[in-house]
């Protein structure tokens, strides 16, 4: 899947222009050419003083790296993979380019479209579902999308009613902490079980509370997923217009453009397994048996990573319940399907327990139909004839041409998929987990304070603030 190209050794490093890059990473694998060229000075013991560190390249790492540069310095990315993007994957399969992580933006994610206006990358509006099979009162029904909507939407704004209240602010989201007190600890199963709703009415919600928490409903927040809907003007319609934007050239290629023009020293292959502060000095020593020493490190890998790292002096109790606990879910299971022939963009639901709990149409090309599902924990992904008997219960007589798995639960380094808090993660964990531990600091969606965990714009906006305090640090 990655195709490297290693740069020979240059006497002084030379940046690969923008265009130059954005052509070596293409549609594939999302920077996989970064240049592994060293920029960092050796000082006598080996190490590499560098004047920033940053750990991970996902778009966290990615913003903090292009706003320290932006300031003057000249930051180190190390990062475990051999490519970046981290949660965010931009690949191919069935001849099309597709996003085996992230891979939509809503209109309301503000920051997400200014970094893009900046670097001049456009949006196009996905495949719109043509066709929506969800529960019914004798299994599975076929309606139009306006009826679906009309079923659905009031569900979900029962679901979620009283969110208006415990998140007044939802870009500060314990402003109301006093009410958060008693919501805090429901998961969405708990809140589930609190309306009174028929059975296909509990089918229609769970299949997308188990997808989003991670294959059970009990995992999840359900502060954790009424925070997006507060962010989105308190209307589940409006929440569902963050899975409708895509970005030109693939979700990678605002990544790109960031990484690019903060001229870091990305070194790939290159895990990080120990961070140190002594003397107003961090060392982070790789599992390469590299040394880097710098005034500041910001660790902008998942919280589900934290655990695997050492840290000296150890980590502070927030920090250490978040990296014990983890906050990227379980199971992530994104499964790509290519339907042979002309098939109808149909969008699939059901109930938590089914193979495919959700089904998402994607482009029609001359040989099928692309759509891309979000697996169950039951469903066998390796059998092919368990996907298509998954694709099946919404589209009886679908024919299989191809299938990719793309599982985030087990990608090293990630360990997890999107992020989405458990019950009491907010207050227990917020606001001390975005602190600085010394000179040691912390960025990533999964700790991002508005649309945190399953979106890049709260990527970004943790890394803008990590950046922020890094730079009153040097
Ligand atoms: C299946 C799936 C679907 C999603 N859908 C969407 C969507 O539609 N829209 C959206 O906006 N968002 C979506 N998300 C969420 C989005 O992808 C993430 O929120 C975001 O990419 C996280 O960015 P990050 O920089 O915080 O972390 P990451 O992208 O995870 O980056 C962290 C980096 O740290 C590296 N790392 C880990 N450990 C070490 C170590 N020890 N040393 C060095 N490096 C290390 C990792 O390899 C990784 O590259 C989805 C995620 C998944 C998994």
Known sequence: MSHHSHTPAEPTRRPLSRRGLIKAVGATAVGASISTMASGRASAAGAT??????????????????????RGLKPVVLEARDRVGGRIFTATFGGEQVE?????LGPQQELVHAELKRYGIGTYLDTVAEQVVLPGPSGLRTVSPEQAATVVEPLWNSFYEGSEKYFERPHDPLYRKDLLASVDPLSLQDR?????????????????TSVYSGGKSTL???TGMAQWIQLSGGSYGTYTTTMTLRPVGGMGALLTAMLNESKADVRLSTPVT?????????????????????????????????????????LPTAHAQAASQGIGVPLATKVWIQLRGQVLAVQGQAAEGSALPMLIPQQQTSKGRIMVGFAGPSLDVSNRTKVLEAVRAYIPGAELLDYRVMEWGKTPYINGGWGLRKPNQLLTLFPAIE??????LFAGADIARGW?????EGAIESGLRAAEQAAGLI
């Open 100 to 104: 085996l992580g992230g891979a939509w």
């Open 220 to 222: 999840g927040s359900l």
């Open 435 to 440: 602190q600085p531990h010394g000179r040691i």
């Open 192 to 208: 589930l079980g609190k309306l009174s709703l028929a059975p296909e009415e509990l089918a229609t919600l769970s299949g997308e």
């Open 274 to 314: 120990k961070i140190t502060e002594a003397k107003g000095v961090v060392t982070v020593e790789t599992s390469n048996g590299q040394t880097f020493t710098s005034p500041v490190v910001v660790v902008a890998t998942p919280t589900n990573t934290w655990r695997s790292i050492t840290f000296s002096p150890g």
């Open 49 to 70: 003083a560098a004047d920033a560190i940053v750990i991970g390249a996902g778009y966290a790492g990615g913003t903090v790296a292009r706003e320290l540069a932006a």
């Open 452 to 456: 945190h965990g399953a979106f890049i």
